[in-house]
């Protein structure tokens, strides 16, 4: 059995091959393993756990992929796939991030016409 630094190690190694080991079932996935990645305050690493492990977004990776303000970005466009107000309030001091963030609110508008 994995023990939780295990778990974060393999995951800082490589997040893909976490994902491969719980779809495996080698390992389980839980709540609590988002909360021990989660709980390392790295907004990169929530992007990828949403990525690889959950496939889909849930708050707690979105709070923290929000204290930055590209991985926000991403987050809304990947994972989200739309855009939420924690990711506006993450982007929006930031012109270069705000701007791509707008131009995708301006092009999903002109597309629904």
Known sequence: ?????????????????LADEIRKGNILKSDEIRTLICELGNPQCAYWYANYIDVGPTDETRTVCCKDPEEAYYYARFIDRKETRETWLAVQNYRRIRDKYLARIRQKLLSDL
């Open 1 to 17: 059995m994995l023990t939780k630094e295990d778990i974060i190690l393999l995951f800082l190694e490589d997040p893909k091959k």
